[in-house]
């Protein structure tokens, strides 16, 4: 059923598919609108679950933690501060492999408070052992959070479904929204072999010493390389049931032939798609690629893609200040590692919510600034002079 | 029931790494065969949860979770909540010390029995972070030597009182919270047992002596949380809804001196002037306290005296109001 709905109504619509048990967040800009939405669908009775309004994100976060280690299929959505406050539980919900589907409705992070969106809240989970989807529109986000549970609860991993804060939460598009039979098929019920049950008792998150604790990090990254070959399937066979496949962890555009390729994530790839069909009818090589999946890192795909590529530019929402961006940084690691001497040139831009425009971006493509390892380029152009005091 | 007869469920079994005399690991025994197998228990972070479940090896014959330091009554929460409309009632149960219930853990307790969850929270407190090495907390009477609070030149210890936690939990008018300590099993069974037949948030504040931390012999845990109880410095209340519905009476009042002496975390309060004043204010706290909860002239048969002897015959409560008196229990089996 094809139907107008803003974004975080749409992803609201996708939970409400997946039949979750629990539901446990604390309010945050720009992440309300999904959680309202899944309230209003609990007291309508559309939605058999329990809807509880934690005392802040690191208790939703950890409501969310018991509701799942109790066997209950649950969901939390968040962003910005609100995840920055749940770090400490979302490293311990992926060591003790809990299946757990969250939405991050990408935002900035303080100081200086800003409500707008860049990547800099969800990059700096990378590391959490969660599994990161970024997605480009309204209907990806429906489609992947329907199928990050069974993703999750295949693999035992979380995952993340990172979407633009206000760019998709709060943008109206047309989505389809599958059947509930249609999704009862692609996602079995869920079944967790580790619940907590009298039954079976079982102790979770216990000690660990020196003498096995890098055993259970390495299964950690075992399941992680293990999801890669699990999410282009279940992607590709999310495509064979309801028509709609995302390149499972990379989407290429125009790659074929392409000298010069721009890599981004997120909502962003919706305006280089313009911008490279301009410069293509200009008779210009150029592609884009797009990271779907962050973590874990395509990085065998990223080689494949960029085999012909002369020239690499990585347009990311996020840095790590005194060094540069971090997607950037993993793309030429990936690159090196395979051989490849193609230079990566690495470009911060539209942080706090500021606008990535048609222009910004053609000249990103246009120009053929060799890599510049120095100075850390910034797009668009930004003011070095009467930059605001930090008072 | 016999006091023997209760660790019948080894829900906490033989082989963990407590201290010898451990006030935790008593309360936690105690506590766990009174709830029983048929339970899904919480833990925060700290000795408990160290001491039981150590490097790949447990001690919990029961489904048992530790997330982090802070969050365990939220997990708790999630947990409930996944069990709600399953049909049966199986009860959640959060452990955690002072720390995960006084400082690191408090906002998630709060939001816990604000939001109603059915879900018990027990604290052992041994008034300190035991776990790390013996460092204040907001549990720690005023007074008290700890590594963070170190007696000096100018200090005597801890400088700042004892948070008044049960009061704070009280306010949230939750259906039923009480202290206990492990001195009296018959009185934390009857609490523990009352807990359990009532639906919604319950807080149990259990006394646990560190002989580590307190620095008393280990022998003496009993001793120590006893007199502590019969000083008037820890009071054992119940509080049903906000109001105090129970308490057990001093049939006489220790000076606290009695209380202090045993433990070396107080010892230097008595070289100095400056200490024996503190020595004073302990006094003036636990002589406010009787006052407050009517500790020496409650109507209650159920007194200090009354609870060891009536240990034997297992009786427990304050709701009764005729029992056997006092004395009356010494040619008990």
């Known amino acids: 059923m094809r139907r107008l709905l803003e974004g975080s109504q749409a992803v609201a619509e996708a939970v409400r598919l997946c039949r979750p048990r629990v539901v446990a967040a604390y309010p945050i800009t720009p992440q309300t609108h999904i959680i309202e939405r899944l309230a209003q669908h609990v007291a309508d009775g559309e939605l058999e679950a329990e809807f509880i309004s934690a005392e802040s994100e690191f208790g939703a976060a950890s409501l969310v933690q018991g509701a799942v280690a109790a066997g209950a299929r649950s969901f939390t959505a968040t962003a910005s501060q609100g995840l920055l406050l749940m770090t400490e539980v979302l490293y311990n919900i992926a060591g003790m492999r809990l299946p757990l589907v969250m939405v991050c409705a990408n935002r900035a992070l303080s100081a200086p408070i800003n409500i707008f969106c860049d990547h800099q809240d969800s990059m700096a989970l990378r590391d959490a052992g969660w599994i990161q989807i970024y997605v480009e529109s309204n209907q990806e986000a429906v489609d992947s959070v329907i199928q990050a549970y069974r993703l999750a609860e295949a693999c035992e991993l979380p995952v993340m479904i990172c979407m633009d804060g206000f760019l998709l939460t709060h943008t109206y598009e047309p989505v389809v929204l599958p059947a509930q039979s249609a999704v009862d098929e692609y996602l079995p019920a869920f079944h967790f072999a580790r619940a907590l049950d009298p039954a079976r008792p079982m102790t979770l998150g216990g000690g660990s010493e020196a003498d096995n604790y890098q055993e259970y990090r390495v299964a950690q990254q075992r399941a992680m390389e293990n999801a890669e070959t699990v999410i282009e399937a279940f992607d590709a066979e999310f495509g064979e049931q309801f028509g709609r496949h995302y390149g499972g962890m990379l989407q290429g555009y125009r790659l074929e032939g392409a000298e010069t390729v721009l890599l981004v994530l997120g909502s962003l790839m919706g305006t280089v798609r313009d911008v ?38 990585v347009l990311e929402k996020a840095f790590s200040p005194g060094a540069g961006g971090m997607l950037a940084a993993e793309v030429r690691a990936a690159l090196q590692q395979a051989g490849s001497m193609t230079p990566v040139e690495g470009v911060i831009g539209g942080l706090g919510g500021r606008d990535l425009t048609p222009d910004v971006i053609e000249a990103l493509l246009r120009d053929g600034t060799p890599a510049d390892t120095g100075t850390l380029r910034f797009a668009p152009a930004h003011r070095e002079q009467g930059a605001p005091s930090h008072g | 029931m016999d006091r023997r007869d209760a660790f019948r469920h080894n829900v906490l079994t033989a082989g963990h790494r407590a201290c010898s005399g451990c006030g935790e690991a008593m309360a936690a025994r105690m506590v766990g065969d009174l709830i029983g197998p ?209 308490v057990m009476r001093l049939a006489e009042q220790k000076p606290v001196r009695d209380y202090l002496r045993l433990q070396g975390r107080f010892r230097h309060l008595f070289d100095s002037k400056e200490g024996l004043e503190e020595i004073r204010h302990l006094q003036a706290l636990a002589d406010t306290r009787i006052r407050r909860y009517g500790l020496l002239d409650a109507e209650t048969t159920w007194d200090t005296h009354s609870a060891m002897h009536g240990a034997r015959h297992g009786r427990g409560g304050y709701a009764r109001a005729a029992g056997p008196a006092a004395g009356e229990g010494n040619d008990g089996s």
């Open chain 1, 276 to 313: 490279v069909d301009g410069l293509r009818e200009r008779g210009q090589a150029v592609g884009a690629l797009r990271l779907r999946c962050f973590r874990p890192f395509p990085a065998q795909g990223l080689v494949r893609l960029l085999a012909e590529a002369r020239r690499i530019v």
């Open chain 2, 38 to 246: 048929d339970a899904i228990y919480i833990n925060a972070t700290g000795c408990l949860q160290v001491f039981t479940t150590h490097n790949q090896q447990t001690a919990w014959q029961v489904p048992w979770i530790h997330s982090v330091f802070a969050n365990a009554a939220a997990v708790a929460a999630g947990v409930e909540a996944a069990l709600r409309g399953r049909g049966k009632a199986t009860p959640v149960v959060v452990q955690a010390g002072d720390g995960g219930t006084f400082d690191i853990g408090l906002q998630c307790l709060s939001g816990m029995i604000e939001r109603g969850h059915d879900v018990l929270f027990v604290c052992y407190d041994n008034e300190a972070y035991m776990n790390t090495g013996v460092q204040r907390s907001s549990s720690t009477p005023h007074g008290v030597r700890t590594t963070t609070s170190p007696p000096g030149r100018l200090s005597q210890g801890k400088h700042e009182l004892k948070k008044d936690v049960i009061s704070i939990i009280a306010a949230h008018h939750l259906p039923y919270a009480a202290t206990a300590t492990i001195a009296y099993f018959p009185d934390l069974k009857a609490k523990v047992e009352k807990a359990l037949g009532i639906e919604g948030p319950r807080f149990l504040h259990v006394l646990s002596p560190c002989p580590l931390g307190w620095a008393h012999d280990s022998a003496l845990s009993v001793t120590v949380s006893r007199l502590a109880v019969e000083t008037g410095l820890f009071p054992l209340l119940e509080l049903e809804h906000g109001e105090l519905t129970g």
